[in-house]
């Protein structure tokens, strides 16, 4: 079965610093993956997506992601964040057929 | 991206009572989902809901305590039926948009006492 797996529960940095937040998946063949970010009160925003083609793909508020099959990995970047970047994130997969399938998400806390 | 709108935003209910979450969607859509999210956990799709026909639920749901109406195809609701406290929740409407990306609702935070 396809599950999702985010090493990190809490990740502190400080402003300004850059950010790597781990995804791990596991699917039988290349899944859909996406990134969420739920800010503190609000739903969920996607921030980034990749299907095939180009393995590093951009989102929007300065985030990428790169894909690597070989690690069955999807981990999300930024080369400095910013304080209103604390929030939680999800890492999600799909198989196509809509279902998304959530990773338990990552807080992120940043200290001045 | 479409606006999703989901009434109410918040609320707090006296156990077994029932709660319908309303979702509105700015442009027709074809897919709705439901998921819910307890607390400090991630998110479990409740129920796929299609216009026109039955909402087709995930293992551990079930329609007698999960209501879900699709009347035409920017709508939606989700009952919450003889809520228990384990009910307290985010409930959040979602929408594929573009083919296999999915955006999501505020949620509605629901608890229960």
């Known amino acids: 079965a396809q599950s999702v797996t985010q090493p990190d529960i809490h990740i502190t940095v400080s402003e300004g610093a850059s950010l790597e937040l781990r995804c791990n998946y596991s699917y039988g063949a290349t899944p859909y993956l996406f990134w969420y970010v739920q800010s503190p009160g609000q739903g969920l925003q996607l921030l980034l997506k990749y299907f095939s083609g180009d393995t590093l793909v951009q989102g929007i508020k300065g985030f990428e992601a790169e894909f690597k099959r070989s690690q069955s990995s999807f981990n999300l970047r930024k080369p400095s964040v910013h304080w209103s970047d604390a929030a939680e994130y999800f890492c999600a997969l799909s198989q196509g057929a809509q279902k998304l399938v959530f990773g338990q998400g990552t807080r992120l806390t940043i200290n001045p | 991206s479409a606006v999703i709108s989901q009434k109410p935003s918040r609320d707090i209910c006296q156990r077994g009572t029932s709660l319908t979450i309303q979702c509105q969607v700015d442009s027709q859509v074809t897919m709705m989902f439901w998921y819910r999210q307890q607390p400090g956990q991630s998110l479990t799709l409740i129920a796929t809901?299609?216009?026109?026909?039955?909402?087709?639920?995930e293992s551990g749901f079930v329609i007698d305590k999960f209501p879900i109406s699709r009347p035409n195809l920017t709508f939606s609701t989700l009952t919450v039926s003889n809520m228990s406290p384990e009910d307290s929740s985010i409930y959040l409407c979602s929408v594929e948009e573009a083919p296999n990306t999915i955006y999501f609702g505020e949620g509605s935070w629901l608890t229960v006492v």
């Open positions: 809901a299609n216009q026109g026909s039955e909402a087709t639920y």
